[in-house]
């Protein structure tokens, strides 16, 4: 028998005076209710009770037992009530990894806003290009970029990671400004150095046209930031995700250039394991993330 429950009826019985009444209150006959103490009195090898036709007196051992039941079914009930109340209202750390650029320019102020929504909630996020198995390392949720073929995962489209070319106002009046993709080959190109293709940028053009363009340059960092603090200095044509560079777009210090080119952008996902009844903290989460940065969020 199911050593919980029958603990439970061990100290209803106990607490009522009867199996009787204990059944009653338990909603089962009294030959069950005899049949859970007796479970438990031949697990342990002793008896609980001394049964009268009056009253159920308890033994030594009983009185033990009994005191000892009511403690671990308080922890229970309490563990239990937890986990309701942790179902229900978003309380507990997260723990969300993301890639660096976007983590630090647009993920971090949107969490700050949800902690200030969820006073309850902390967040350990760790950015990082390198790609996590969420599951064997402990996060509960994690943006990717790239394709996502994992089934102990859910994967959520959000809006594709885009990069742009751009380069500063001092560079592009020295230098002039590239009107066709393939001018870049000309010009100085500030390239990451675990790419690939350093040496060669594929662009896709505003009707659907392609165009490899070979390009060089002086200057290879293995930091998109640094190749954006490059750029501003005038170094040269920076190619880094629209997130890193849209503030100095904005602001002027960096200008767009060759606007209509790009390269392909690259789907990105919001993932998490799946889990039938997740914890409040985990779904506000989610909801929060998919409405500002999901496949249908406004740019």
């Known amino acids: 028998m199911d050593t919980l429950a029958s603990m439970a009826m061990f100290v209803r019985v106990v607490d009522t005076g009867s199996f009787a009444a204990a059944a009653e209150a338990s909603g089962v006959s009294p030959t069950m209710a005899g049949k859970h103490i007796r479970a438990i009195e031949e697990r342990l090898g002793a008896r609980l009770l001394h049964r009268t036709t009056r009253r159920q007196q308890l033994t030594e051992v009983g009185k033990l037992y009994y005191e000892r039941c009511k403690l671990v079914l308080a922890d229970v009930e309490l563990a239990e009530r937890s986990a309701h109340e942790l179902q229900a209202t978003p309380r507990g750390r997260l723990r969300i990894t993301a890639p660096m650029s976007f983590g630090s320019r647009r993920l971090t102020p949107a969490i700050t806003e949800y902690l200030q929504r969820y006073p309850d909630v902390s967040v350990e996020l760790s950015l990082d290009n390198r790609v996590y198995d969420l599951v064997s390392e402990g996060y509960e949720l994690g943006i990717r970029i790239g394709a996502v073929d994992d089934p102990q995962l859910v994967a959520r489209p959000l809006q594709p990671y885009r990069m742009l070319l751009a380069?500063?106002?001092?560079?592009?009046?020295?230098?002039?400004?590239?009107?066709?993709?393939?001018?870049?080959?000309?010009?100085?190109?500030?390239?990451?150095?675990?790419?690939?293709?350093?040496?060669?940028?594929?662009?896709?053009?505003?009707?659907?046209?392609?165009?490899?363009?070979?390009?060089?340059?002086?200057?290879?960092?293995?930091?998109?930031?640094?190749?954006?603090?490059?750029?501003?200095?005038?170094?040269?044509?920076?190619l880094q995700p629209e997130v890193l560079l849209a503030e100095d777009l904005a602001e002027g210090r960096l200008m767009a250039v060759l606007p209509p080119w790009a390269p392909p952008s690259t789907p990105m996902h919001l993932l998490y394991a799946q889990d039938r009844r997740p914890t409040a903290k985990l779904r506000s989460m989610i909801e929060f993330l998919l409405e500002r940065f999901g496949a249908d969020a406004p740019l």
């Open 167 to 238: 380069a500063s106002p001092q560079y592009l009046a020295r230098h002039g400004t590239p009107s066709r993709p393939e001018e870049l080959s000309k010009h100085i190109c500030l390239g990451l150095t675990n790419w690939r293709r350093r040496d060669q940028w594929r662009l896709l053009g505003p009707n659907g046209e392609e165009c490899d363009v070979p390009v060089q340059g002086r200057l290879s960092v293995d930091h998109g930031d640094a190749l954006r603090v490059a750029a501003l200095h005038g170094a040269g044509i920076v």
